[in-house]
């Protein structure tokens, strides 16, 4: 039935306007139609054969498509607006070499539980099977399989609204994760009748079913919360996901239970918060004798529950802590400690759920106020730290002003990531407003920084405010340019500190090329912005700092500030130096 329009590899051809045609509707439309009918409004990607046309058709058919300069921060952003939105983030990319860049990203999404499409445009399957050499031939489907949670491949027009759907409920149902959509050149042009075409499309129901909990388990989780004498709840990034802002706020006002978030769920509740257990993460978490799981994971982020972090004498034993997990994944628990009570189900769902029996359940005073005096304890010493004015400046001084207007300016969105520009923004700037703060996640991987900044501003419709590292920069910083070119409301700020880490030479010696970790001294990054058309600042004190956000948050210009930190203020690794025993310690 399906009428195939030679040659499939190359440009393929437009509709013939023929009165035949006008029955007819091809491959192009029908996956414009599919994504449309499921709500999607916005592509990002990178044009080429054989997706060239379909990117300018869906404009044409009323889609935003936002073309970047490298399919992994057009990936990356896909991502990001699927975290923020709850639905599934699409990345239109070529056959293999854009396939291939899309792919981080893909298992990036895929490891963070952010739920994410990739369509890709492939090569033909007889060609490929064969291995005969085609136009950027790769087996696509097989690899992208092992790196995300399903994979599709569509060979027939009438086949488009099911694989759409497919891929639609693979990303978002159960735990979020990044699906890959294979569309073959072939497929693009092939025409069928239209109201066949109309037909096949599937508008999906209910793409990501609410999975209510057993209600024994969320007995079994209340009674072990009842008896707790130092009960402390952890947020990850699932519960700002989960977007049950309201009754997670109840759930911890109601019990008076102490909270830590993770990285990407500060703001889920102010971090300013009373019960937010922050400044006392180090006090808290080995004291702990509950600890409450909320969409977050005993991973490497919370040294797998064990070991000294969790009041256990050496690294590899566990603490006396008794956990609760409350995830959609039933087999998360027990992956690194025995979990007490799980609760599967969604997030939304279990917390309603438990807010029903919570009833008598309260955090002993005693405990309470031991957690807020450690707290005020290192708050002061914080305050002493962030009032210092060094010159050059250090992450403190400089990310004091960042504290400041983020504060002042709650709905900006906060991308970041780098090592120490990463984990001194973290500690230092107080979020308080759910999912705003947008970075390096689970694998900690650099390059997310212009494509989250470009989605956050595109989808968020916000302010965006991105805190690099100037090597976490560098991985996505052609982006500049889509920035400009969309004339974004981004202000990156560069802490610019001569290299990765730290900006001095190596310990070892023995070369006459720089150290691998550093770049070229006092590298003027403002001027790829004004290369684009935007507005560049390079300031050495927090003074100028602070009037050049200012300045960027009230012309909504794209702006790059390269703000020149002090070479030695950072140390290696960050906050996870401890993952790097064998380096010699810098000053
Ligand atoms: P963090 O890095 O913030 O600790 P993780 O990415 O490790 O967070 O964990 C997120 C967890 O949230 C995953 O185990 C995932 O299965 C879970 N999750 C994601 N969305 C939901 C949801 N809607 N309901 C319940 N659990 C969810
Ligand atoms: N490559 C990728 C994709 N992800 C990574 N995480 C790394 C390499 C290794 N890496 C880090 O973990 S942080 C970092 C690298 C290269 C950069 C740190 O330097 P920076 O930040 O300039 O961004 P600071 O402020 O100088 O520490
Ligand atoms: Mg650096």
Known sequence: MATVTPPASTAPAAAPASQAAAQEVHGFDLVLDALKLNGVDTIFGLPGIPITDLTRKAQGAGLRVISFRHEQNAGYAASIAGFMTGKPGICLTVSAPGFLNGLTALANATTNCFPMILISGSSEREIVDLQQGDYEEMDQLAIAKPLCKAAFRVLHAEDIGVGVARAIRAAVSGRPGGVYLDLPAKLFPQAIDAELGRKSLIKVVDPAP???????????????????????????????????????????????????????????????????????????????????????????????????TWGAANAKAWGSQKFIQVDISPTEADSNVKIEAPVVGDIGSCVAQMLKGIEGIKAPADWVNAVAEKKNGNVAKMAEKLAENPSPMSFHSALNVVRDIVKANPDAYLVNEGANALDFTRSIVDMYKPRKRLDVGTWGVMGIGMGFAVAAAVVGKQQVLAIEGDSAFGFSGMECETICRYNLPVCVVIMNNNGVYRGD????????????LVFVKDARYEKMMEAFGGVGRHVTTPQELRAAIEEAFRTKRPTLINAVIAEGAGTESGRITSLNPTAKKTK
């Open 210 to 308: 609410k999975q209510i909990p057993a209600p024994d388990a969320v007995q079994r989780a209340l009674d072990l919360l009842k008896g707790a004498r130092k009960p402390l709840i952890l947020l990850g990034k699932g519960a700002a996901y989960a977007q049950a802002d309201d009754d997670i706020k109840a759930l911890i006002e109601k019990t008076g239970i102490p909270y830590l978030p993770m990285s990407m769920a500060k703001g889920l509740l102010p971090d300013t918060h009373p019960q937010c257990a922050s400044a006392a993460r180090s006090f808290v978490l080995p004291q702990a004798d509950v600890v409450m799981l909320v969409g977050a994971r005993l991973n490497w982020l919370l040294s797998q529950g064990k070991g000294k």
């Open 505 to 516: 030479e190596s310990p070892y010696g023995g070369s006459k090329d720089p150290s691998p």
